[in-house]
DNA sequence: GAAAAAAATGTAATCGTTTACATAGAAAGA
DNA sequence: TCTTTCTATGTAAACGATTACATTTTTTTC
């Protein structure tokens, strides 16, 4: 026979077909001989629940959504696989895109997912250019969660952390060791909000110490540890170099690390070097890395839960969690040669 | 007016639902003015198209599905980006399901993934319990891709690289540099099928070159920086440690050039190690680590490009490509002390 | 023990596309 | 000109679950 489906189970069993499909969604509705006998036909007859038919005549679908720029960040990963975890133990299967930091790729993506009535959608970020096409999605059409940022607008569910202050701090980490000519190397700051605050967050640092960015030190990188690399070399042959460079993500800074210890330059004692995220990987290099925390599981967890709740009519949010983050201070930040306050 | 479908914007275009589900799949079919009013009306009313009762009509959902272990490992997830980017490219968005290495789990998914009716499956592996019950699914219910190994069965598709002969080379390596103390060790050898091949192609490379593998030399571990860490303290209390050890990943073998540093055992003066993967890191930490390469990306594009000649009939497979590996011979293998071969 | 309330179950319309099949009109072949 | 063959389009029956509403059965209340 061909794939059995409600209606032959309900046949078979004797009852109708809206206690089938009550058996397999509300089964706290029926008696319990009722369920055990519907159950027990369905196992018989290998029935197969028909998620698309269900779907459809929800008219929503039971599918997550998750926008993020890459998964090769070991960090946004992290923050994928924690919030995979716990929507997927409470049955919603996620479909990942990730944009490629691409504004055109991130639309079509949108598009395909509206197509699709996906019950709700997360987004690490998103291109700054598409911002308010998201934030109308977000207000008229399903949940949605921003991740890795805080936002202004309190009617929009966020779970993140300030990335202004973040980096204001890691910057006044710096200063606080002598460093008086400091370098910052974002990612794509002109198109990623929180790596634009990132930067601001810098550059107020530098303002409130009174120092000045010099001519040449804030520049902007591919995400990836080669162009960390190819920034390193960039900022050593220039004629002045700063003693200490502030990047916006690990993997440029260990990039930067690597071609550090292939020109021969000491770390921390010629130059200081910090990073982003702390990674995996940032405790394990030599010297160990010095960063900011990023709580990315917890992010990914949180989302999730909050989401569960939303969809469930358990709660209504909306959510807005900022998370704390933390300076790992490790061995590639130092005084600036020539400088002995302590 | 709520959401239009396609049937009013039949009405207005003055055509039949038929006709503007072909502007939507089929547009070479109709004549270039009728396709024109059909897509005038659908823009000018903002028409969505409904992939829930598209696909819930052809009976086949166009969503594809991904299984793999974890997307912490970073060249997994290298492989699972190619795949989506070449498979997003033709329209076809991916469910991605970390299974955890965990039987139970990935059963579960793969039975939710059953009930979406995904056109088409592919896995980065998966534990040895459920393979036979993969392997039907592949036989009967829809096209599967496996990944990262090759197969005997040559009725499946696959994409993957030789994982015994890989480990036999590099175990191979070791030993034209002289050692004879040489230990080996996996992440869930006894529930994954490469893992347990990397192993037997140590094992055989040991035996042919007539070499003991002593007690504790083969270790099972769980997949992370960590877990690598600790099995080198491990080796390290061991009265009689091994010359080189053979991680079957790079994140064991960098957890492990970690525990080396903090004990002040020099790498690879004092032991070699060798990991395997090549992940971006690999060749960023100090000493640069001996590993083999992988060609992660290059079977995830594979494996789209032909999931995707698939399901548009325009080749039949069964596709086998077996991926030439590659060792990159870095800084963490060299003579084992006291051994001057050259 | 009758009425009211609650629990369990049934009826049947509904969701929006797809597609096999039918048909009309145009082009090609005789 | 009359078939025959294409091409473009229309008709209408699926697909399989959900759910508002109706009905029956059971329990509670007085």
Redesign the interface.
Known sequence: MAKPTIVDIAKLAGVSTATVSRALREPHMLAPDTLKRVQDVMAQQHY??????G??SR?K?S?LGLFMP???S?KI??T??AL??VV?SH?F??????T?FDEQLERE?II??????LSGMFFVGCMLENEPMIFNLAKDELPAFFLWDTLDDTSYNYVGFDNFDACYRMTRYLIDLGHKDIAFVGAMAQHVRRVYKRQSGYRQAMRDAGLNIHQGYIQDALP??EFGKAEMKTFLSMPNPPTAIFFASDMLA??A??AC?EAGIRVPEDISIAGFDNI??A????PGLTTVNVPAAEMGRIAGQCMIDILRHKKRGPFQYKLPVEIMARGTCAPPKGNCRV
Do not use: W
């Not at 197969?48 to 038919?53: K, L």
């Not at 299967?93 to 990730?98: A, H, L």
């Not at 395909?112 to 009535?117: I, M, T």
């Open positions: 197969i629940y028909n998620a698309m038919a779907d459809f008219r679908s599918v890459t998964a090769e070991a990963s992290g994928a696989i995979q975890e997927g049955g299967p996620i479909i990942i895109s990730n490629l993506q395909k997912c509206r197509e699709r009535s990836g540890l260990i990039g690390l690597s210890r995996e990987f405790e394990h290099v030599y």
